[in-house]
């Protein structure tokens, strides 16, 4: 936070200076489809999250934060039985998340995705028994990410709520999704207004946003070889 604490005021909703506040132009939108969020306490501050926007552009839609010290998330609301819970994460067995998936089942469908950097997301995703008891879904293909404003950009990764709005394209319809990539790119053409120039410290990279499977499962295989390492290392120590 320090970065953004002395400069200018921010407007305390969007995060952005207020002559750039994007509230105003928040259109709400109601769907059938529920949207739950699972924040890491990190992500949800960033002035750069997308995850706020989806939240404040559904009605339909909650969030909950992992990661806070001594107060663990209470995911069970996610396992109503009356609804059908999905999960937005490219795990291995995930599917493309397709109008054949969702004519499975009748029930509404709470769509669960993690809003963290992939180690964090990872972590949910295994230790919340919510999330790995339950199916996993990718977004369908589309056009490369539209994000700019963070240095660990990579064409093939997508913001959270580029990958919200398309799986939302899938389960509500073309409307939903330009909604939410309305005001996706209205937040990114303000924030780099704001900027007006590159960050200056840009943070260390970190892999965040969607990542394709091939990606994730590289990414797997390089940090169990980073834990491998450094077990040994550990072990030589002694
Ligand atoms: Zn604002």
Redesign the pocket.
């Known amino acids: 936070m320090g970065s953004r604490t002395n400069t200018h005021p921010r ?1 305390e ?2 995060l ?1 200076h207020p002559h750039l ?3 105003a132009d928040f259109r709400p939108f109601a769907t059938r489809t529920r949207l739950a969020l699972i924040w890491h306490r990190i992500e949800a501050v960033k002035p750069t999250n997308t995850g706020r926007l989806a939240l404040r552009t559904l009605e339909n839609s909650e969030s909950y934060i992992r990661g806070i010290q001594n107060a663990p998330a209470d995911l069970s609301p996610l396992e109503d039985p009356e609804r059908r819970l999905l999960v937005l994460y490219p795990a291995p067995d995930a599917r493309v998340l397709t109008q054949a998936i969702i004519d499975e089942d009748p029930r509404p469908i709470t769509l669960a995705v993690p809003d963290a950097t992939w180690t964090q997301a990872r972590r949910s995703v295994n230790r919340e028994p919510a999330l790995a008891n339950a199916e996993k879904v990718i977004p369908p293909p589309g056009p490369p990410t539209q994000y700019q404003l963070r240095q660990e950009h990579h064409d093939d990764y997508l913001a959270t709520i580029e990958a919200i709005a398309r799986a939302f394209g899938v389960l509500e319809g073309p409307e939903a999704q330009a909604e939410l990539e309305r005001i996706f790119l209205l937040m990114v053409d303000r924030t780099l207004q704001m900027r007006n120039q590159p960050p200056q410290n840009p943070d260390r990279p970190k892999r965040k946003g969607w990542m394709p499977r091939e990606e994730y499962e590289a990414y797997l295989r390089e940090k169990r070889a980073a834990d491998a390492t450094a077990a040994s290392a550990a072990s030589k120590d002694d």
Request: charged content about 0%; hydrophobic content about 30%.
């Open positions: 407007c909703h969007c952005l506040c994007i509230c």
